[in-house]
């Protein structure tokens, strides 16, 4: 059973269902998606530029915090119309920062995100996505190898793996002769024992962490677990 990475994705994917990630919330879908923006039955879409600028900025916003409070960050950014890079950038500063202070570390996100977005515009990557390299988005100031590849695969639909707290903490529970340290480590693992597949790659990564939030927590609650019968840690 031992990095039997698909069946894992199988049983997790029976029990959860599809995640629908990353939820839109800035444009409307009707039949698309739902009240809090997830587009279940369409997970690999065609991304408007609207909708780069909104994932990309929550994967910044997400950092050091949950997700309720970077959706209530990103409603308000609809309900003042904050939804493309130039209406983010014309904003004053401190109103952006008033708004974004629930996520933590407010005044480093607010750096982040000027960083991020101005180095979009510069080289066009919101309207010409596919010029984007991984490279060239871990040499801006605040984006680490997770955000990076959140905004890949979710806002710019590239195939790579989002390795996070999450992914870790599963990985080494159902094997604990693991001896992963790196990013890097972690990333090989999943993409080397599943299918090399984009809507995999989404869906796993939601999953994994819709699965650790509600059961598989720190403290975890085994009992409820699909995975109680496969896991190194319930043994």
């Known amino acids: 059973m031992k990095n039997n990475l698909i069946f894992i994705y199988e049983k997790l994917f029976e029990?959860?269902?599809?995640?629908?990630?990353?939820?839109?919330?800035?444009?409307?879908?009707?039949?698309?998606?739902?009240?809090?923006?997830?587009h279940k039955k369409n997970t690999i879409y065609t991304q408007t530029r609207t909708d780069r600028f909104e994932i990309s900025t929550g994967a910044v916003l997400t950092q050091n915090t949950n997700w309720n409070n970077v959706y209530s960050c990103l409603t308000d950014f609809k309900k003042y119309s904050i939804t493309t890079p130039e209406s983010f950038l014309d904003k004053d500063i401190d109103f952006i920062k008033n708004i974004i202070r629930r996520t933590g570390y407010y005044n480093q996100?607010?750096?982040k995100l000027v960083n991020l977005i101005?180095?979009?515009?510069?080289?066009?990557?919101?309207e010409l996505p596919e010029k984007l390299s991984?490279?060239?988005?871990?040499?801006?100031?605040?984006?680490?190898?997770?955000?990076?590849?959140?905004?890949?695969?979710?806002?710019?639909?590239?195939?790579?793996?989002?390795i996070d707290a999450y992914s870790?903490?599963?990985?080494s529970r159902l094997d604990s002769t693991l001896k992963l340290k790196t990013y890097k480590d972690y990333q090989k693992y999943f993409t080397e024992n599943i299918?090399?597949?984009?809507?995999?790659f989404n869906q796993y990564h939601a999953l994994i962490v819709k699965h650790c939030v509600e059961?598989?927590?720190?403290?975890?609650?085994?009992?409820?677990?699909?995975?109680?019968?496969y896991c190194d840690k319930a043994i």
């Open 168 to 171: 870790k903490r599963i990985a």
């Open 118 to 126: 101005s180095f979009f515009q510069k080289n066009n990557y919101f």
């Open 15 to 38: 029990t959860h269902g599809p995640q629908g990630w990353w939820p839109l919330l800035f444009e409307e879908r009707k039949n698309f998606t739902d009240s809090e923006g997830y």
């Open 134 to 162: 991984r490279e060239a988005l871990l040499e801006i100031w605040g984006i680490g190898e997770e955000t990076a590849d959140s905004i890949l695969l979710y806002a710019f639909n590239r195939k790579t793996f989002v």
């Open 215 to 229: 059961i598989c927590r720190k403290k975890p609650y085994c009992d409820k677990c699909i995975l109680f019968s």
């Open 195 to 200: 299918p090399d597949d984009l809507e995999i």
């Open 109 to 111: 996100k607010y750096l």
